[in-house]
């Protein structure tokens, strides 16, 4: 089966850094995701991690380490339009099929 | 414009009147799949789709029905909607997961059965 842990929400000052975690435990791995949800909307996509290391997209980087089963989303010079949800998801073994975890909520604070 | 249709935005049915809720894609994409949202509980597959004529369940597929006998078009059926289908949910579409080309996502529906 798939489990897949991070925090339910998160509060962080705008402008500051915030890092949001993902935990994972899959019949094996194809690959990570991370969307941003903003209430009531569609998930948009943000990041995609298949190798270890980090990946850099503006503000917004995500990292991936297979062996211990993590990812985090970073998000720096934080702004109030990124109080969001943001939902770590994982291809398993057949490739096909994307899991969810329960998402993290973002509140910025001015 | 490349995007995902649903229709309706928001449903307010009766328990046992069946329900069809569309989807249409215009981006010949081959995966296609249906979630539902519950507050809690995230994102949930319901049933997915990795082409025509091609369908599985997800991980509550209780209750729902799918075809796809179109490339573009994903229906999620309701026959006996009941009030713990009440929900918002989301249809999605993707071509191929192993390039990092994520699921787009359609509006979403906001069901509501009483």
């Known amino acids: 089966g798939q489990n897949i842990d991070q925090p339910t929400e998160m509060t962080a000052t705008e402008g500051a850094i915030v890092q949001i975690n993902c935990t994972y435990q899959?019949?094996?791995?194809?690959?990570l995701f991370w969307y941003q949800q903003h209430a009531g909307e569609a998930p948009t996509f943000l990041s995609y991690?298949?190798?270890?290391g980090l990946e850099e997209k503006g503000r917004f980087s995500s990292f991936l380490s297979r062996s211990k089963g993590y990812s985090y989303l970073l998000l720096k010079e934080l702004q109030m339009k990124d109080s969001a949800s943001y939902l770590c998801?994982?291809?398993?073994?057949?490739?096909?099929?994307?899991?969810f975890g329960g998402g993290t909520r973002v509140l910025v604070k001015p | 414009e490349a995007q995902v249709t649903q229709n309706p935005r928001y449903l307010i049915t009766v328990t046992g009147k069946k329900l069809t809720v569309t989807c249409s894609q215009n981006?010949?994409?081959?995966?296609m799949s249906w979630y539902r949202q519950d507050p809690g509980l995230g994102l949930r597959q319901i049933y997915y789709?990795?082409?025509?004529?091609?369908?599985d369940k997800g991980d509550v597929p209780e209750g729902y029905k799918v075809s796809r006998k179109e490339k573009r078009n994903f229906p999620l059926i309701l026959e006996s909607p009941s009030p713990n289908q009440t929900s918002l949910y989301f249809c999605?579409?993707?071509?191929?997961?192993?390039?990092?080309?994520?699921?787009?996502f359609g509006s979403g529906t906001r069901l509501t059965v009483v």
């Open positions: 789709s990795m082409n025509v004529e091609v369908t």
């Open positions: 981006m010949n994409h081959e995966y």
């Open positions: 998801a994982v291809i398993g073994a057949a490739g096909n099929k994307l899991t």
């Open positions: 899959t019949s094996g791995f194809n690959g």
């Open positions: 999605a579409s993707s071509t191929d997961f192993s390039g990092g080309g994520g699921y787009t």
């Open positions: 991690n298949v190798l270890d």
